[in-house]
């Protein structure tokens, strides 16, 4: 069988960091392509990796017969409009996390997916990886029991990544906190519980440490120095509560906080026993035996879930599986934050 022809749009750092290399893992594809509006950006990908066409102009991508998937690696604000374009030239379609800034987009992305018929998945990574499936499969056999309750902590010190760039400049990003991290962990919540339905959402997001830019303190910044007269109007923390057809969720989430200490889990509470999945790897189970508290930590290897993440939208652009990051699924997610935004704004709880 021929190898799959791929195009890479957006040569970036998520790019470079985890899509490419792992194409170039999987024996059964090709990049035919490397696209990105910055030339030299592009052509530094065809050097390093020695294949493929630098182009600036995506729609040479897509114009191409023999490209039969790409990865959408642009920053948020071009989510909605290349992955449609592509969709559109009947290309399948891996685009990076948050599905797009808005819900509104997000379920444009969706409509034109049904109408294509056409692959298209979004970038939530962590559904490929080791930690979040065996506490999948722990929830899904019943051991927690009845799941009433999940809390959500994704907090750090003084995060802000490129403070008055790209990241803080709601019209590319689409939002702040919520969008860069939160997606990530309410993505691993909604996945864990299978996928439960949102119905009511009360949130709070603030703009509050990084809005004075110049006198911004930090330790450290990824992915790059701040930009003194650049742009800062997303949220740089978020809290809230919201009802969903299985268990509650509270969630606090900050890239910046003055508080110094990082905490990245979520906590499925059950009336059996309950978790908690570190973000970063790993989880803890307690539950009770024999009128005795117990504390289980087990070991095993954390597969990569980039190259897992490629490997299955290869094999589904072949057999036409559904994965559990199709937009389908991903576009709860994106009405759940869309709800908390619009909760924020109005001062009032959201019903769905």
Known sequence: MDKIK??????????????????MNNP???????????PERAQAAVEKYGCGKAVTDYFEVLNDPEIECVSVCTHTNNHTRV????????????????????????????????????????GVVNRFRTTPNKVKEIIDAGELGNIYHVYVSFRAHRSIPGIGGDF????????????????????LVMYCLGDPQPRTVSGKAFSV??????????????????????????????????RTDGPTITFNGAWAQNIGVEEMFIDFLGDK??????YYGGYTLYSTAHKTLIEVKPTFEEENGFQNEIDAFLR???SGEKLASHIDTAIITAKMMQAIYDSSESGREIVL
């Open 6 to 23: 791929v195009g890479i749009i957006g040569c970036g750092g998520i790019a470079n960091g985890a899509h490419i290399p792992s194409y």
């Open 28 to 38: 059964t594809c090709e990049i035919k392509y490397f696209c990105d509006l910055i």
């Open 83 to 122: 992955s449609i374009d592509a969709l559109r030239a009947g290309k399948h379609v891996l685009s990076e996390k948050p599905t797009a800034r808005t819900y509104a987009e997000a379920l444009e992305m969706q409509k034109v997916q049904h109408e294509t018929g056409k692959t298209l998945n979004i």
């Open 168 to 187: 803080t400049t709601k019209a590319v990003a689409g939002g702040g906190a919520l969008l860069d991290w939160g997606v990530h962990f309410f993505d």
């Open 209 to 242: 440490l990084g809005v004075d830019i110049p006198n911004y303190v930090f330790k450290s910044m990824y992915p790059r120095k701040p930009k003194l007269d650049g742009i800062y109007d997303v949220d740089d923390s978020v809290t809230g509560f919201i």
């Open 273 to 278: 026993a309950g978790i908690r999945l570190n």
């Open 316 to 318: 589904c652009v072949r």
